[in-house]
């Protein structure tokens, strides 16, 4: 089974704080995404990368950077965080469908972010 | 622009009701198609998807999903619902480099 891991369920941080949540996957992928669940908004792309060292920016990138140092790894930043970027953080990866695959994605559990 | 619409936001059962869950998608390229399922307290699973052949897709825990070119749509459907079913559902399309797009979400609650 595909396990991606999420480094924190809740987090509560003040604004203007430096937030780092991080993201691992297991399963070898290629690609993986860092989306912001909001009720009534579903799901919302912030950053995704196709490969180490690469990164694209989403719909909604203003306030985040990513880094993808290892290929199982990626971490959302926030480099000051607002009280706007109050919010459920999923982390997601997927197989290139190049590959012949669907490209699914495969979720972690989600970090509830909090800024006070 | 590639879109993703949900009929319903919030949805209300009981149990053994009949369920079917709209969902209508804008993308002009080869079609993908999802519905992802999140349970209280869990994290978004996969429930079924279709990306070829039969266009009536069977996934887990009775649930099925029927694409309809002609309309573009993707509805979910279960003929009857347990309590357990609660959860919120999303609809998706994959589009082009590997991106989904989701719905809004259609939350369901069943009444016991």
């Known amino acids: 089974d595909v396990k991606v891991t999420q480094s924190s369920r809740y987090l509560v941080k003040r604004t203007g704080e430096k937030v780092f949540l991080e993201c691992v996957q297991d399963m070898d992928h290629e690609n993986m995404f860092w989306y912001r669940q909001d009720p009534g908004l579903g799901l919302r792309l912030i950053y995704f990368?196709?490969?180490?060292?690469?990164?694209e920016k989403g719909d909604i990138p203003e306030g985040y950077s990513v880094s993808r140092e290892k290929k199982e790894r990626f971490s959302l930043i926030l480099e000051s965080a607002s009280t706007n970027q109050t919010s459920m953080y999923l982390c997601?990866?997927?197989?290139?469908?190049?590959?012949?695959?669907?490209?699914?994605?495969?979720f972690g559990p989600g970090t509830r972010l909090t800024v006070l | 622009a590639q879109s993703v619409s949900q009929h319903n936001h919030h949805v209300i059962l009981s149990e053994a009701a009949s369920l079917e869950l709209g969902c209508n998608y804008s993308?002009?390229?080869?079609?993908?198609l999802f519905w992802y399922v999140q349970y209280p307290g869990q994290h978004l699973q996969l429930l079924l998807k279709y990306f070829s052949g039969d266009p009536l897709v069977k996934g887990i825990k009775g649930f099925e999903a029927e694409f309809i070119k002609s309309k573009f749509s993707f509805n979910l459907r279960k003929p009857s619902v347990q309590w357990s079913d609660t959860a919120e559902y999303f609809c998706?399309?994959?589009?082009?480099?590997?991106?989904?797009?989701f719905g809004k979400g259609t939350r369901l609650h069943i009444l016991p």
């Open positions: 997601a990866s997927s197989s290139p469908s190049e590959r012949g695959a669907v490209a699914e994605q495969f």
């Open positions: 990368s196709y490969d180490v060292k690469m990164k």
């Open positions: 998706a399309v994959l589009i082009r480099d590997d991106k989904i797009i």
């Open positions: 993308y002009g390229g080869t079609v993908n």
